[in-house]
């Protein structure tokens, strides 16, 4: 149940009669916000039709509480968001494991942009162990809006993916 209010608190603009829809047709439905006697919002969809009445103009408003199907919709897009990062990151997993070692470095940067453009992110970063079985990792791969960063001319090649790799298969 929603709390009382005034018609024009509800349809904001409307300042007098002349302002409601003519007799010929009813206004478009308005999304709006509610609150309900709880206190608690309330995702509302109101529409008014102009009637006749013996000579008189009245107004049908309906108000009808969308909350349901606004959470609905928003799980749904979340589901959908959700299946197509985990659709995104099996490819990429897939195209990277079939990378040969000295194609690791540019598959991991190419693997950044694509998971951060999808995600519309402005940065990825992955770090990686600092060595076989450590327990601390550095950002050894970053990719930015602005341009891949890491890893750096002069990084450690030692410490780059494939010769982590390397190192723990020997």
Same mark, same amino acid.
């Given at each position: 149940?929603?709390?009382?209010?005034?018609?024009?608190?509800?349809?904001?603009?409307?300042?007098?009669?002349?302002?409601?829809?003519?007799?010929?047709?009813?206004?478009?439905?308005?999304?709006?916000?509610?609150?309900?006697?709880?206190?608690?919002?309330?995702?509302? %969809? *109101?529409?008014?039709?102009? *009637?006749?009445?013996?000579?008189?103009?009245?107004?049908? *408003?309906s108000?009808?509480?969308?909350?349901?199907? %606004?959470?609905?919709?928003?799980r749904?897009?979340?589901?959908?968001?959700?299946?197509?990062?985990?659709a995104l990151?099996?490819d990429?997993?897939?195209?990277?494991?079939?990378?040969?070692?000295?194609?690791?470095?540019? +598959?991991?940067?190419?693997?950044?942009?694509? *998971?951060?453009?999808?995600?519309?992110l402005?940065?990825?970063? +992955?770090?990686?162990?600092?060595?076989?079985?450590?327990?601390?990792?550095?950002?050894t791969?970053?990719?930015?809006?602005?341009?891949?960063?890491?890893?750096?001319?002069?990084?450690?090649?030692?410490?780059?993916?494939?010769?982590?790799?390397?190192?723990?298969?020997?």
């Open positions: 149940e929603l709390l009382p209010r005034d018609l024009r608190t509800i349809i904001p603009g409307l300042t007098s009669g002349a302002d409601m829809p003519d007799t010929a047709g009813s206004s478009p439905a308005r999304d709006l916000e509610g609150i309900r006697k709880d206190g608690s919002p309330a995702h509302i %969809r *109101v529409a008014i039709s102009p *009637v006749v009445v013996q000579s008189e103009s009245l107004f049908a *408003v108000i009808v509480d969308v909350s349901d199907e %606004r959470r609905r919709e928003a749904v897009a979340l589901l959908e968001s959700q299946a197509e990062v985990q990151i099996s990429l997993a897939t195209r990277c494991a079939a990378t040969p070692f000295d194609g690791l470095d540019a +598959a991991l940067a190419g693997t950044l942009r694509e *998971v951060g453009e999808a995600l519309g402005d940065r990825c970063i +992955a770090y990686v162990p600092k060595a076989h079985g450590a327990t601390a990792y550095t950002p791969y970053s990719w930015a809006r602005a341009g891949t960063l890491l890893p750096a001319a002069d990084a450690d090649a030692g410490e780059m993916l494939p010769g982590l790799l390397a190192r723990a298969r020997a």
